[in-house]
């Protein structure tokens, strides 16, 4: 009776730890700025793709219509090892998805879906 009780004070411990750790922090590796080029047909633009420590991240364009030009929050942000899935509001009907691989370290390859359009982009840590 004692070992289940010991066992159980432990698990509850840990539960109540768990609580207190934020799950969904940003890991070391992503947390920065990065900056390139995202394209969709003809068009092109620049976009900077930020992750702070704490599990946010914010998102900006120039050229990309119905986005806006201002800084935008991520919104559903998901770290899955080498993979990255997140959101974000623009000033479009729709928002702007997408998912985004980490390549060498230093480099991010990703693709999303805003609107309509198939973007595409390709960012380097600053």
Not at 103 to 121: C, H, P, Q, S
Request: with cysteine.
């Amino acid at each position: 009776m004692l070992l289940k009780n010991f066992l159980f004070l432990c698990v509850l411990t840990l539960a109540t730890l768990a609580t207190f750790v934020q799950a969904n922090d940003t890991p070391q590796k992503y947390v920065g700025t990065w900056t390139g080029a995202w394209y969709e047909g003809m068009t092109s633009g620049t976009l900077w793709l930020t992750f702070q420590p704490n599990g946010n991240g914010s998102i900006r364009f120039t050229n990309l219509a119905k986005f806006g030009t201002s800084e935008r929050p991520l919104t559903a942000i998901r770290f899955l090892g080498n993979r990255i899935n997140f959101s974000a509001n623009g000033e479009g009907v729709h928002d702007f998805v997408s998912h985004v691989f980490l390549i060498g370290g230093n480099k991010l390859r990703g693709n999303a879906e805003f609107d309509g359009l198939a973007v595409t982009y390709r960012l380097s840590k600053k």
